[in-house]
Structures are given as structure tokens and as C-alpha cells.
């Protein structure tokens, strides 16, 4: 069964700090990965998705990495502003035929203006 | 492009009442799934679609919540009998169907509490 995990579970950083987000899961046969945003009792915004045959996509100050061999990827954040401030969930899709998402419990990021 | 749009956006109910929660996905978007997520914790796989076809279930999914989606559009899921412990977010997602690209675009979410 796949299980994320997601470290930290909170962080807290200056304004206009660079950031990085850590995501692993435990089986490697995945078909790709999302990373998302969920603001406080709203829904999830997609932000990246990796395929399993890339190593990183990048969005503006967003770039995720994804080292498929060692399960882990990774959510670096440019110059981090208080708008970033939101939960961020990594979620997998883990094939053999199922497109069912398996989520981490997220990290929360306050970023203090 | 409207988005995944899910009502009622906020639900109370008494336990032992039914609800029933409705999910309208993008326009086009031929996979529809359903989430639940309780405070703290990440959003859990319920169900999915691929257009009227129920093609997966998860275990969460007792024999109280079923799931539909007539002529492969909007989609219900009802819960009946409700417990306390079916208070959670009910979040719906949608997706164009292209293997390996296979972003899922959320909705805004249900809330529901059970008193």
C-alpha cells in the first residue's frame, strides 16, 4: 500500500526567504506526482505535476523535483511572500491501473511578513 | 472554464438523517472522483468515474455512501444513516482523462457535520 509522508509539518520563515518542501513515498512504481495548495477550509489548487519520466517542473518561483528511484520529491519556494502562506499537499498517483490520488498529510507554511 | 463547482458548500445535519452532495466537473473532463478529508489529514480516495462507469472504490466506502453519475455529467454522493464520524470535507475532482497527465482539478469542497 502506498503511504506519503510529508516533512515538516509546519514551517515558519521570514518574508523573502527560499523555502524547499520534502515529500517521500514508499513505492516507487508511480505514474506521476502533484503537488498542491489548500487554503484554510477551501479546496486544492493544483500548483505542479511531475510524470514519472520527468525530473522537475518549474511555475514561476515554484520548481518541483522528483527522484523517483529514492521516492522523494521536493517543493522549492523563491523568495517566499505571505500570500504563499497555505497548506501544501504532495499527492501520487501509484498506477496498475488506478488514478486514485494518495495524499500526504501536508506541511503549513506561515510565511511572516 | 468554470471549474469544478460542488453544493451545498456547508451541510448540518442530525445523525441517522441522509444527505446527498452534488459535483459538476469541467466541462469535457471525463473522470470525476471523490475525496473525503477530516482535519489534519490529507484527502482520502472514495470513488472515481470515467464517464457513468463506477471503475473503483475504496474501502471507506460503506455500504451507507453510494455514488452516481447519470449520462456521465454531474455526479451524487449520498450518505445515509449519517454518524458523527462522517463529519469530514467531501472534495470533488475532475479530469480531462489523458494518461500520465493526469492533473485533478478540485472543487471547492462540502462541509459537513454531523451533530
Known amino acids: 500500500k502506498q503511504e506519503v509522508t510529508q516533512i515538516p509539518a509546519a514551517l515558519s520563515v521570514p518574508e523573502g526567504e527560499n523555502l524547499v518542501l520534502n515529500c517521500s513515498f514508499t513505492d516507487s512504481a508511480i505514474y506521476n506526482l502533484q503537488w498542491f495548495r489548500q487554503d484554510p477550509g477551501k479546496g486544492l489548487t493544483s500548483l505542479l505535476l511531475i510524470q514519472s519520466s520527468q525530473r522537475e517542473q518549474t511555475s514561476g518561483r515554484l520548481n518541483a523535483s522528483l527522484d523517483k528511484s529514492s521516492g522523494r520529491s521536493t517543493l522549492y519556494i523563491a523568495a517566499s511572500q505571505p500570500g504563499d502562506s497555505a497548506t501544501y499537499l504532495c499527492?501520487?498517483?501509484?498506477?496498475?491501473?488506478?488514478?486514485?490520488?494518495?495524499f500526504g498529510k501536508g506541511t503549513k507554511l506561515s510565511v511572516i511578513p | 472554464d468554470t471549474g469544478v463547482s460542488q453544493n451545498p458548500r456547508h451541510k448540518i445535519t442530525k445523525r441517522g438523517q441522509n444527505v446527498t452532495f452534488r459535483c459538476d466537473p469541467i466541462s469535457e473532463h471525463n473522470r470525476l472522483y471523490w475525496y473525503r478529508q477530516t482535519l489534519g489529514q490529507g484527502p482520502e480516495f472514495l470513488t472515481y468515474f470515467q464517464n457513468e462507469a463506477q471503475l473503483e472504490k475504496s474501502r471507506l466506502l460503506s455500504d451507507r455512501f453510494s455514488a452516481e453519475r447519470p449520462k456521465g455529467s454531474f455526479s451524487t454522493l449520498e450518505i445515509q444513516r449519517t454518524e458523527q464520524g462522517d463529519s469530514a470535507m467531501y472534495l470533488c475532482?475532475?479530469?480531462?482523462?489523458?494518461?500520465?497527465?493526469?492533473?485533478?482539478?478540485f472543487g471547492p469542497g462540502t462541509r459537513l457535520l454531523v451533530l
Open positions: 499527492a501520487v498517483i501509484s498506477g496498475a491501473g488506478s488514478y486514485q490520488l494518495t
Open positions: 475532482a475532475s479530469s480531462p482523462g489523458r494518461p500520465l497527465k493526469e492533473t485533478q482539478y
